[in-house]
């Protein structure tokens, strides 16, 4: 099945700096790429999301790029501010509709 | 409009008990699908229905684990004789249709603790 590594684990930025996050995924079949921001004790949300056919999307200050051929896809937030500061989840979806999420990336943005 | 509910949203069971959670998905929506996310990880898959069909169920623990949506709507999931691994926190998702790269959205959450 599909396997979903993501890093780092923590990562803290000045507020303003940019921060990237990445994952890999082991499944060539996988076609959808989404990211999720959870606050504590609350529900994952989507921030962002990419198709195969596709390599980067950007909204506003979240951008996403995917290599289809290094099997590899990373989140990019720019001008970070406070309210950035959350649990980043990276998923895949591959022939069924389930998603793999990653392991999380824990995310301060100090002021 | 309303998104997807969950309830309860604590539940504190003893060991060995048999527990329910239920899940509201959005109006409308075709799929359904049930996660436990572990302190500390992100959701992992336990199963996902399609109307009233459950068309995947390989991320069911045991066989403890069953789930239901008999009327293609409302979801239940059931655990039984509950054990101290059980506890996390039970998510679930629903989206559009059945087609795949459709968005899903989560409730809140059921954080189940098996005592």
């Known amino acids: 099945g599909e396997n979903v590594e993501q890093h780092p684990s923590t990562l803290s930025v000045q507020e303003g700096d940019s921060a990237v996050i990445k994952c890999t995924y082991s499944?060539?079949?996988?076609?959808?790429f989404p990211w999720y921001k959870q606050e504590l004790g609350k529900r994952p949300q989507l921030i962002i999301d990419?198709?195969?056919?596709?390599g980067e999307k950007k909204d506003q200050r979240i951008a996403v790029t995917l290599n289809k051929t290094a099997k590899h896809f990373s989140l990019h937030i720019t001008e970070t501010q406070p309210e950035d500061s959350a649990v980043y989840f990276c998923a895949a979806r591959g022939g069924g509709n389930k998603l793999t999420f990653g392991t999380g990336t824990q995310l301060k943005v100090e002021l | 409009g309303a998104g997807v509910s969950q309830s309860p949203r604590y539940k504190v069971a003893k060991r060995g008990q048999d527990v329910a959670l239920r899940c509201d998905p959005i109006?409308?929506?075709?799929?359904l699908f049930w996660y436990q996310q572990a302190l500390g990880q992100g959701p992992e898959f336990l199963t996902y229905?399609?109307?009233?069909?459950?068309?995947?169920k390989s991320g069911l623990p045991s066989d403890r684990f069953f789930a239901e949506r008999p009327e293609g709507s409302v979801s239940t999931l059931k655990i039984q004789r509950t054990q101290q691994e059980d506890s996390a926190v039970y998510l679930c998702a629903s989206s559009t249709s059945g087609r795949p790269q459709q968005e899903q959205f989560f409730g809140p959450g059921t954080r189940l603790t098996v005592l």
């Open positions: 990419i198709r195969s056919n596709v």
């Open positions: 229905f399609q109307n009233e069909a459950q068309l995947d």
């Open positions: 109006s409308g929506h075709v799929s």
């Open positions: 499944d060539s079949a996988s076609n959808y």
